[in-house]
């Protein structure tokens, strides 16, 4: 897997318009779909880090892909779903950085991880692969955090009820886009991260956006919306969970505002993986004291 660290909009921009592996992976997917104009869905081969064994990977045209009435194009970020795992590309990528990331820290005392998900299929997979992993849901404003309720923990993440310095590694799998204080999370996440621990994010962004675009904001008990509600899917909830906003670079600097240090989005492709697409994560470290 190729993996390129961005700090600033305007590089990130330049390898997308002008790297020639960019070029060629994109080539690459057009032809795909050149070949499949009329296809519901198909498999691709390739491998599975997250299984570790070759697989088909499911493409489809779910989760909002572009169509037209000559051709179409998957929403590659939430598809290429490994026949095995059943997870997607960007759960895969993650569950990968993960594994790496443990895997470089093995001779360490025993890595603590916090997953912000508890009933997912990615957080199975934690759970069953490394000893010393926790989950959670948001499960209501009036449950206090650290309450287990029919084996769920629910923590809200703007007001975590962790000790200060807990884990070692936190991952949050596209959920900082629903939380109404996103700032207010972030200096939580560094509250309960161990010095030296590190910060491991996916969420739907905007790399054209300098600034993070408010879609709504929490009055006291009642939602004021500032655009047209978007809805992503929740597991404990039919219908679904509201997205309190659209993240630019600035949130880079939310990061850092806090401490954080070497704050990147981290672009990453690969053909033999399944890696398709403009796929990305973030990460950030917290200092050693």
Known sequence: MKTSKFYKQQDFQHFLENDPDVREY???????????????SFLLD??????????????????????????????????LVCTHCQLNNRQRAILHVIKDTIATRANEHAISLYAM?????????????????????????????????????????EALSFADQSFDIILSNDVLEHVNLPEQAIAEIYRILKPGGEFFMTVPFHPNALKTVRRAELMGSQI???????????????????VFNDFGWDLLEQFKAVGFQEVSLCHCCSYFYGYFGIQYYFMAYKPLI
Request: aromatic share 12%.
């Open 26 to 40: 994109w080539q690459f997917e057009t032809a795909i779909m050149s070949r499949r104009l009329k296809a519901k």
């Open 46 to 79: 390739g491998y599975c880090k997250v299984c570790d064994k070759p697989t088909t990977f499911l493409v489809d045209r779910l989760f909002g892909a572009q169509e037209t009435s000559q051709s179409w194009t998957p929403n590659w970020r939430e598809r």
């Open 117 to 157: 998900e508890q009933i997912t299929p990615l957080f199975a997979w934690l759970n069953q692969h490394f000893e010393h992993v926790t989950g959670s849901e948001y499960l209501g404003e009036k449950i206090e955090g650290g309450t287990i309720i029919k084996g769920m923990r629910h923590e809200n993440i």
């Open 224 to 242: 004021k919306h500032l655009l047209p509600p978007i809805y992503h899917g929740n597991p404990l909830s039919e219908k679904g969970s509201l």
